[in-house]
T-cell receptor, first 111, second 115 residues
């Protein structure tokens, strides 16, 4: 079992729709979870961070965490073509330290 | 500096040569991380530093890879006797600390091509 699993996609949604990106992780000790966005040919950039069960909203982005199910998701409302990128889920390993990145989900928002 | 700076941005080297990749983290960031990303792949962890020490170097692929950090700032990743499979983008990131609530800021990477 991979440490972090994401559907590689591509996930294609029309402009204005809600994009839902999902991630499962294996380390029950992970306490904090990060979502990064990576445009083609660029470095990852941090967009969301969550450490409590439930939802966390930031503008058009909502992160959802369920530690019992070892599941974290990212919702993007009113998707825009500029949201087209690969989204990387990254739990922080047990006892702090490094982030463990999933393979990423490629999102394509069609005008 | 304002961001994480990596150099060189591109490096082409012949198989068997040694290469050095440099990372200059954000000023005051105590934690520094090295990852690599092969074409179309996810980020593979290599090593991280807290200050000048490396609590986790579990991702270094072989003894040809080594890294150091001096003065709690600049880090160099050295690859000896490069092989074609070492071709990848090497990304450096830094964070204020290595605790749970700290995310990383990445540099723009060094694209290494071994021919």
């Amino acid at each position: 079992q991979k440490e972090v699993e994401q559907n590689s996609g591509p996930l294609s949604v029309p402009e204005g729709a809600i994009a839902s990106l999902n991630c499962t992780y294996s380390d029950r000790g992970s306490q904090s979870f990060f979502w990064y966005r990576q445009y083609s040919g660029k470095s990852p950039e941090l967009i969301m961070f969550i450490y409590s069960n439930g939802d966390k909203e930031d503008g058009r982005f909502t992160a959802q965490l369920n530690k019992a199910s070892q599941y974290v998701s990212l919702l993007i409302r009113d998707s825009q073509p500029s949201d087209s990128a690969t989204y990387l889920c990254a739990p922080r390993g047990n006892q702090g330290g490094k982030l463990i990145f999933g393979q990423g989900t490629e999102l394509s928002v069609k005008p | 500096g304002a961001g994480v700076s990596q150099s060189p941005s591109n490096k082409v080297t012949e198989k068997g040569k040694d290469v050095e990749l440099r990372c200059d983290p954000i000023s005051g960031h105590t934690a520094l991380y090295w990852y690599r990303q092969s074409l179309g792949q996810g980020l593979e962890f290599l090593i991280y530093f807290q200050g000048n020490s490396a609590p986790d170097k579990s991702g270094l692929p072989s003894d040809r890879f080594s890294a150091e950090r001096t003065g709690g700032s600049v880090s160099t990743l050295t690859i000896q006797r490069t092989q074609q499979e070492d071709s990848a983008v090497y990304l450096c990131a830094s964070s204020e600390n290595s605790g749970d609530s700290y995310g990383y800021t990445f540099g723009s990477g060094t694209r290494l091509t071994v021919v």
